[in-house]
């Protein structure tokens, strides 16, 4: 299979110790790139080095334990990675949580919880993207293109009721990724966005929402959705959108559209 509009070698992959996150690493590491893993759950990071032991004498497997909601340390984090792995050219942005609430009864919503799962979902991806753009930007040149990859969701663009919130910051990362695809137009750097149908996956899992039977047998083999996403990034777009399963139906509903509207609209980035 070729690679060509697929190049990135060295790739640091948010969200790593479960689901999409570890299944796309596996993929990665199969295809010969190197990955630098990043979770908050050591000893989960811990197994999967374990596993992949071979990799790590490699120099192909690199991981590192972080919380990215502490968003004062994420600049200097930022710059120890790029300092200790200089061939960095692609993140892959996958952490994210998802919860219910229901607003019809305000007192059992968590105002914490929600709050956490926005930044972790939204905030934290606007940080991450600010403090290693400079990097990006710098290594990026006819020769070698880098890249940020935006996991973000079907639901960002047909909410679910059960979970607004998720729907709400998986929303404002599309968007986000939409602009932020104007602004580094020409630069080299390119905005990718892979748009998940419901997974089978822990997102799901009875600890996270109790309210959901069977959670992680809900939506899309994990494997099919490794395997279509995979041949989708190598394929290529030519809006840089990918959207899996049951999402490619309402991404051809709603984002033609949009974007015939977007070209109504003046597009310059802010003069700051």
């Known amino acids: 299979m070729s690679t060509t509009n697929f190049p990135y070698q060295t790739i640091l992959l948010l969200g790593?110790?479960?689901?999409?996150?570890?299944?796309?690493?596996?993929?990665?590491?199969?295809e010969g790139r190197t990955v630098i893993l990043v979770g908050r759950r050591q000893a989960r990071l811990e197994q999967i080095a374990q596993k992949y032991s071979d990799k790590c004498k490699e120099g192909k497997l690199f991981w590192y334990t972080f919380d990215i909601t502490k968003l004062d340390e994420i600049a200097s984090w930022a710059a120890k990675i790029t300092a200790s792995h200089p061939t960095l050219d692609t993140l892959f942005l996958n952490s994210g949580i998802q919860r219910?609430?229901?607003f019809s009864k305000p007192a059992g919503v968590d105002l914490a919880m929600l709050q956490t799962e926005l930044t972790t979902n939204y905030t934290a991806h606007i940080?991450?993207?600010?403090?290693?753009?400079?990097?990006?930007?710098?290594?990026?040149?006819?020769?070698?293109?880098?890249?940020?990859?935006?996991?973000?969701?079907?639901?960002?663009?047909?909410?679910l009721s059960r979970c607004p919130n998720y729907c709400a910051s998986k929303a404002a990362l599309h968007h986000f990724a939409v602009a932020l695809r104007v602004h580094l137009e020409g630069t080299g750097v390119q905005v990718l966005e892979v748009m998940p149908p419901a997974v089978q996956t822990e997102l799901h899992d009875k600890e996270f929402q109790p309210d959901i039977e069977n959670g992680s047998e809900i939506g899309m083999p994990l494997a099919d959705f490794v395997d279509e996403t995979w041949a989708g990034l190598v394929q290529g777009s030519e809006d840089g959108e990918f959207p899996i399963g049951m999402a490619k139906a309402w991404h051809q509903a709603i984002e033609p559209v949009r974007r015939n509207l977007m070209k109504k609209l003046p597009q310059a980035p802010a003069a700051v």
């Open 100 to 102: 219910g609430f229901n």
């Open 16 to 30: 790593a110790t479960s689901g999409i996150g570890y299944a796309m690493a596996e993929r990665f590491l199969a």
């Open 127 to 159: 940080h991450l993207t600010h403090a290693f753009l400079p990097f990006l930007l710098a290594k990026s040149s006819e020769q070698q293109k880098t890249a940020l990859i935006y996991v973000t969701s079907g639901l960002a663009l047909v909410p």
